[in-house]
């Protein structure tokens, strides 16, 4: 059964707006979540993370948002450019070495 | 070198091959994974070695046969394989296991049975 859950495969955003993925969890002992970003050819790369202890986290242009009530973390990049297009990928670990990812969001920023 | 290499980058085999996969990491971590992309389906974990010692084993086939001789080398040796085996196989260390950790991910194999 799949514990991480990326709904839309795929969003369309115009450069310079907001582009907003979400990601839903089901296992409550899992209390950290990251963001990866991927290009083709290439393997995930690192975005930016958050602790379950926060609810918030930014970094530059990218901030993510952690409700724990509801099982569920967004990750907003203001503002779009041309450059994030790619397939961003949620993943949630426990305390052990594991984690678990989502199915990815393919984002394209229109020029 | 830095970071997580994975060789080859492309592979082609015959279900009745035998190939192996080859992982180098210069991050100086101490925990390694496999990991399989299939097309629109999320990142599914295969093994996982903690010091050298596999810790994880995530139902995988027997034809998928993982070896780490030390915390910088993993190799993923493959027998048998089946067309829908064809996926891209990532490799992704992190530091000593624990709270908050993140993977680094090598650029991975993309793999082709026929």
């Known amino acids: 059964d799949q514990q991480v859950k990326q709904n839309s495969p795929s969003l369309s955003v115009q450069e310079g707006r907001i582009s907003i993925l979400n990601c839903d969890y089901t296992?409550?002992?899992?209390?950290?979540f990251l963001w990866y970003k991927k290009y083709p050819a290439e393997g995930p790369t690192f975005l930016i993370s958050i602790s379950s202890i926060k609810d918030k986290n930014e970094d530059g242009r990218f901030t993510v948002f952690l409700n724990k009530s509801a099982k569920h973390l967004s990750l907003h990049i203001v503002p779009s450019q041309p450059g994030d297009s790619a397939v961003y990928f949620c993943a949630a670990s426990p305390f052990l070495p594991k984690f678990y990812f989502g199915s990815g969001t393919k984002l394209n920023v229109k020029p | 070198e830095t970071g997580v290499t994975q060789t080859p980058r492309h592979l082609v085999m015959g279900m009745t091959n035998k190939k192996s996969l080859k992982c180098e990491q210069h991050?100086?971590?101490?925990?390694m994974y496999w990991y399989k992309q299939s097309a629109k389906k999320p990142l599914e974990l295969m093994f996982v070695?903690?010091?050298?010692?596999?810790?994880e084993n995530n139902s995988v086939p027997s034809r998928f046969s993982p070896e780490c001789p030390n915390s910088s080398h993993l190799f993923l040796h493959l027998h048998t394989l089946q067309p829908e085996d064809s996926a891209l196989y990532l490799c992704a260390s992190s530091q000593v296991p624990g709270a908050n950790e993140k993977l680094f991910f090598g650029s991975g194999t993309q793999l082709s049975v026929l």
């Open positions: 070695y903690n010091f050298k010692e596999q810790t």
């Open positions: 991050l100086g971590h101490n925990a």
């Open positions: 296992n409550s002992m899992f209390d950290y």
